[in-house]
């Protein structure tokens, strides 16, 4: 069965800190792996990874992809109390129409 | 990427009644889905709604249940019937960008409480 799990299912950090998010998955047919970010009810886009070992970036965030270990990893530097979300890692597969297979996400708890 | 209205933003229902959830995007999108993420799990796909067609529902959803409509280009609407304290739980409609439609954007999301 096609799963992608994410760990640690919660984090409390202090301002400051950096952190790293994992996602791991066992899917057939892989063609991207997405995270977002959930604050309250709507997730909203942070990155999309089709190759591996290209880091994407914007900002504090930072992402790579293994397609070979099947895993990614987000980083969040100099943690904000404004980054304290759910972050959810998700699988698309070829020819899915749309369907995402999401992780039970992580989440992140900046404290002042 | 579209900006995607959802409403009611939350709502309290009682039980056997139905809700249905209205989802306006500000373009035309081909495809456009329906999510449910129940409390303390992750989104689970509901359906696929395209216009002009019958929705496709995933398994463990029916249409019975969960009718859909797809009437233009920019519009849908879920209802959820008949509905128990199970179905509490947050929906969200999204659309696709680029092709085929991996990248996906979300509705504000509607918090049911079924009572």
């Known amino acids: 069965e096609d799963k992608v799990v994410q760990s640690p299912l919660s984090l409390v950090v202090h301002e400051g800190d950096t952190v790293t998010l994992n996602c791991s998955y066992e899917?057939?047919?892989?063609?991207?792996l997405l995270w977002y970010k959930q604050e309250k009810k709507a997730p909203t886009f942070l990155f999309m990874l089709?190759?591996?070992?290209i880091e994407k970036k914007s900002g504090r965030l930072s992402s790579i992809l293994d397609k070979k270990e099947l895993f990614s990893i987000l980083n969040i530097t100099a943690t904000q109390t404004g980054d304290s979300a759910v972050y959810l890692c998700a699988v698309y597969f070829y020819n899915q129409g749309g369907k995402l297979i999401f992780g039970q996400g992580t989440e992140l708890s900046v404290k002042p | 990427s579209a900006v995607i209205s959802q409403k009611p933003s939350r709502d309290i229902c009682q039980r056997g009644t139905s809700l249905t959830i209205q989802c306006q995007v500000d373009?035309?999108?081909?495809?456009m889905f329906w999510y449910r993420q129940q409390p303390g799990q992750s989104l689970t796909l509901i359906a696929t709604a395209n216009q002009g067609s019958e929705a496709t529902y995933e398994s463990g959803f029916v249409i019975d249940k969960f009718p859909i409509s797809r009437p233009n280009l920019t519009f849908s609407t879920l209802t959820v019937s008949n509905m128990s304290p199970e179905d509490s739980s947050i929906y969200l409609c999204?659309?696709?960008?680029?092709?085929?439609?991996?990248?996906?954007?979300f509705g504000s999301g509607t918090q049911l409480s079924v009572l």
């Open positions: 999204s659309v696709g960008s680029g092709a085929p439609f991996e990248k996906l954007f």
């Open positions: 089709t190759s591996s070992g």
């Open positions: 373009s035309q999108v081909t495809m």
């Open positions: 899917v057939t047919n892989f063609r991207s």
